[in-house]
């Protein structure tokens, strides 16, 4: 099996970036660690990527894209995007849609290590776990081949992450709600992984920068399982039975918006006069409502392009941004006041 | 480079189908034949593939899948379903996602073919060209591995399809509009692929059978590009403009109907009392829309369990019906009498 840039590091006893140095001719390497680097790659016939692309030289030219669910609208959007791109640029994409499971996902990148891919995309936050330790998986990988994170961000050598900052983005959608009179507000979400705690963060950030005391009575978990949008309008039927109050609902996904407004109509409630609703992806079903659905755009296809340029620019041995991050807008439409 | 079964065939001069009988032992193979394709076998190191599975020979253990556009909902959702299914047998999928023009499915086939995939699948009817020697790569292509089609036929050897009837559910869905009393429906569509020109044909027998006349005005294409909700929604309210008159919607993709429903409410009619309308593929959207659509169920999932039994099973040297044909079902909701 042919090396890679990580294997000549580790044999030259240098750095990647010393490695990547000497293959870009750079000036900052003593002619020494050249020296040492280039009888490491003269030794083993490694050619760096950019010259191996097309001559079929050790490189498979193929990235492993692990998606927890193709089937949901924003991975399966960012999927599309991905590949085209990297295709584009000479790579195959090797897909493996692991599920939820921490165990399902070790094995997908097991299984993407072992078809020898010169990279990996793990897509979505949900790769990320709040326990540290279940992340040595994505250490343990990244030692062998450059791993990106979409939406996502982990400090860990030959880690990319490139993101939306979702925390920000969830306060101004509150403050929003807020500064337009509403004082409760639904938060209603379905995934606890590292966006999903940012976007909470982010949720109580507004309450707080408007002095509006947290009620943990308005927040509520759908569990991590596709949530129909008949779960969400009986589960705020049965919260207005219990007599809670609320005049407005944000949301972690849009699926869950147009729960929200299948309850104003269960209920006999105006949008937005009545109850004013935030989504969260500005996916197509924002459309599909009526009034339209106000929601956050994410930039997905903005934080796809700045994968597939991270990704090349490691494996050209360029010297890459380990954390990009993108700022979401939110997208005004007939769900708000 | 280790041989196929398509290769064993070549070299012993007998069928594919012989080749297969006698890896499985079927009796009904002479003894001279048997030892004509032993031999090769034997010469060159194949391992069929079910014995290959798990050993690492002779396969790279890998389907290609073809995609004309995974962030389409009906493509993504057969993704998300091949790959599991795919993975459980043992197979990792490549992803190709080729666009709609007829060179860059060729080209996507010929990717797949280079990276010695064990079999292929392309996803949806666009892969068939009306224009049959446009479907030559097709024949090529199965000369070397086989080749499923997701709701698509064609005959043609090594080539396996398994489908919805859509002519027949697209005559039903237009038949349930008639039999309410409904006379002008109007037909948006935006693909005039195989499954295309199938549910076109469906509309048209089902006005036959109730002695309702066709009439071309009331039939409405939308290019294949992606078809925003807006535009569907202007272009009703330019028929109206014109003095069409239409008292119901019939549509090729649920998208579209999404947008029959905006038209509804610009126009300030009321649905389904004064537009009946039914989308297709039965998809989330279905459900975002108030009134809910009514729409066809194509069982998409069944349909992805067969395709990957029917590789299996082909990939195993057993003998695999070349059309499985499924029912489309009408899903009921508020947007029909």
């Given at each position: 099996m042919p090396l890679n840039i990580y294997d000549i590091s580790r044999r030259a006893g240098v750095s990647i970036a010393t490695v990547s140095r000497v293959l870009n001719n750079?000036?900052?390497?003593s002619e020494n660690t050249r020296k040492k680097v280039m009888a490491v790659i003269e030794g083993c016939g490694y050619v760096p990527n950019a010259f191996a692309r097309g001559l079929?030289?050790?490189?498979?030219?193929t990235i492993g894209l692990l998606c927890p669910n193709a089937s949901d609208p924003y991975l399966a959007q960012a999927l599309a995007n991905l590949e085209r791109s990297f295709r584009a640029h000479g790579y195959d994409c090797l897909l493996s849609c692991t599920d939820k499971e921490l165990s399902a996902r070790m094995q997908g990148v097991e299984l993407l290590r072992t078809r020898h891919v010169d990279g990996m995309v793990l897509m979505g936050s949900s790769f990320i776990e709040a326990e540290d330790r279940n992340n040595d998986f994505i250490r343990e990988a990244a030692k062998a081949v450059p791993i990106l994170l979409l939406n996502g961000s982990f400090p860990c050598d030959n880690v990319y992450g490139v993101l939306c900052d979702d925390q920000r983005a969830a306060c101004e959608a509150t403050q929003l709600l807020l500064d337009s009179g509403r004082r409760r507000i639904l938060y209603l979400y379905h995934s606890q992984n590292y966006s999903g705690r940012k976007k909470l963060a982010g949720y109580c950030d507004a309450l707080a920068s408007r002095g509006v005391e947290l009620d943990e009575s308005l927040m509520s978990y759908f569990g991590e399982d596709k949530t129909s949008v008949y779960q969400v309008r009986d589960h705020l039927l049965a919260l207005e039975r219990q007599g809670l109050e609320f005049d407005a609902v944000f949301t972690s996904e849009d699926i869950l918006a147009v729960g929200a407004v299948k309850y104003a109509i269960a209920a006999g409630k105006?949008?937005?006069?009545d109850l004013s609703i935030i989504g969260y992806n500005?996916?197509?079903?924002c459309l599909c409502c009526n009034p339209e659905l106000t929601s956050v755009d994410n930039k997905l296809s903005a934080i796809c392009d700045h994968i597939v340029a991270t990704m090349m620019g490691v494996l050209e041995g360029r010297e890459m941004p380990q954390k990009t991050v993108f700022t979401g807008e939110i997208i005004r439409r007939g769900s708000t006041l």
């Open positions: 750079s000036p900052h390497v079929g030289l050790n490189s498979m030219q105006k949008v937005p006069d500005n996916s197509s079903y």
